[in-house]
C-alpha cells in the first residue's frame, strides 16, 4: 500500500473539509448569512477519501447521511473518520515495524575468532571489502596449516579437503565426526566442500581483485558470517592422513 499517496490525499481532504465547515460556523453566527455551497472539489475528494479510508479500515469510510442530519454534521463524521485513517497512514510503517516478531541479530564479536580477529581493525575503519579480504586470508591459511598443505589454491584446497574418497599421499582429507556410514554424513561432507569452495570464489576473490566493491554493512557482516561457519567446519573436523604403505 502506498501509504505516502493516502496520507497526501487525506490531508489535502481534510483541508477541503475543514474550510468548508469554518464558512458553515461563520454562516451559523450571522443570522441573514447564506449557507454556504459545497466546494466542488469537496464532492470529488470525497469519493477518494472514502476509498483510502475503506482500505486502511474496512466500513470506517462508509459514513451515510442520516435522516434529519444537517450537512455540518454529515462533514464532521466525515472529516473524523479521515482523520483516523490518516493516522494509521501516517504511522503505518512504524506500526508494523513496531509489530514486527523480534529477529536475532549476529553480533560480530561472536563469530569465530579466525574470522573476526583479523577483520575487526579494518571494520573498527569502515574498510569492509578490505575486513572480509583479511578474514578470508586468515582462514586460508588456517586450512593450509591444519591440512599442512601450501601447494594450491584455496578453492581447490576446499574442494579436496572434504572430498568424500579416501585420503591419498600428499592429500589428507577434513572429517566431520559421526557415523560415515550414514547418508547425512556424506551430506555433510559434499555440502561443506562446495560451500567453503563457492564462498573463497564469490567472496575472497571479488574481495581480493574489485578495485571497490558496494558492499553495505550487512552484506559485509553476513559474508564474514558465512566464513565463520567454515572457520567452525574446519576446526571441528579431523585430519584424515592416507594410510601408510606399510600398513
Known sequence: MDHAFAVDKLTSFLSLVGGYLYEVELASKDIGAE?????????????????IVNAYSPGLGDVDREDGENEATYWYRVRTAAAQA??????????AAFLRPASPAIAADSLHPWVWEPAAPLWAAEARQDAVLAAARTLNRRLQQKLERHDIGETDLCMQAFDVKEAQPGKPRLRFP???????????????KYFAAG?????????????????????????????????????????EQAPSPNQ
Open 35 to 51: 449557507w454556504p455551497d459545497w466546494p466542488e472539489k469537496l464532492v470529488v475528494q470525497e469519493a477518494v477519501a472514502r476509498q
Open 86 to 95: 490518516l493516522g494509521m497512514a501516517s504511522s503505518a510503517e512504524e506500526v
Open 178 to 192: 559421526g557415523d560415515r556410514n550414514m547418508a547425512t554424513w556424506r551430506a555433510r561432507q559434499e555440502g561443506a
Open 199 to 239: 564462498a573463497f570464489l564469490a567472496i575472497r576473490n571479488v574481495a581480493a581483485h574489485e578495485e571497490a566493491v558496494d558492499w553495505s554493512r550487512q552484506d559485509a557482516l553476513e559474508h564474514l558470517a558465512a566464513l565463520s561457519v567454515i572457520a567452525r567446519w574446519i576446526e571441528e573436523c579431523t585430519t
